[in-house]
């Protein structure tokens, strides 16, 4: 997807308060409103203009946009580096799919789910809005469950109307089994609510921190099961080491590199537990030793075998 550079399209630098970047939109709606504008591009551009005052007229928004840097270049291939938003709490209504759709693929891919959702009012009470936050937890946080020290950024405007990021650090039990994409609620951690009613809710969505050896699909865990060619021809039993614990896993003589093994129950814990997938590699030993060249003149002298022809 490409980069957006909102402050450009906007005319505005990157330091710009709200008053100023208000004023920016307002001076190029009137120019380019498809209603009233006679520029040959006014809906396209009015669109750019459109997304760029959704990002940078709000607060929360904008203050994430800010992390990304300045480096990049509008129109340029770009890819948010992993979890570049965790960390940043985000509240109010934030955007929906048929809102999202007249925006650019970089909008949606950053915004298009970050946001709580806003709680109606009755009478004079207003229960206070849900904030959303994106945490980065350990693999092995799952299998064992935990209690981490989590630190949010959260922007706040001065009277100026600039922004600075304001922390606060919560103690959270992890549950076991948590799965990537799920949502821990905090009571109570939300925004404070109106007329005594209550505060909203604190919902972190927890994603996983890669890992060295494992990737995670749903409760499923894949990961690559280097063997040696003896082992594969004669079969074995090898130990897996595991986030929590380890498996003996018995290879099937004559395996290949390729096949997939499956040892049920040992993947992600829940009810039903997940399980572990294992992708079988066949590595060979260098021949980097006279005795180890010897050895492989051998094989191939006494062991004829071409891989390339077919039965």
Known sequence: MQYQDYYRVLGVPRDAPAAEIKKAFRKLARKYHPDISKETDAEARMKEINEAYAVLSDVEKRAAYDQLGA?????????????WDAGFEFSGGGFNARETADFSDFFAEMFGRTGGRAHGRAGGRARGQDHHAKVLLDLEDSFTGAVREITLRAPRLDAQGRSSLETRTLSVRIPKGVRDGQLIRLAGQGDPGRGGAPAGDLLLEVHFRPHPRFRVDGRDLHTDLPVTPWEAALGAVIPIELPAGSVKMR??????????????????????PGDLLLDIRIVTPPADTPRARELYETLARELPFDPRQRS
Not at 71 to 83: I, K, L, M, T, Y
Request: glycine share 20%; no cysteine.
């Open 71 to 83: 480096d990049a270049q509008a129109g340029q291939e770009f890819r948010p580096p992993p979890g």
């Open 251 to 272: 290879i099937p003589a004559g395996a290949q590199s390729g096949r997939q093994l499956q040892v049920r129950g040992k993947g992600l814990p829940g009810d039903p």
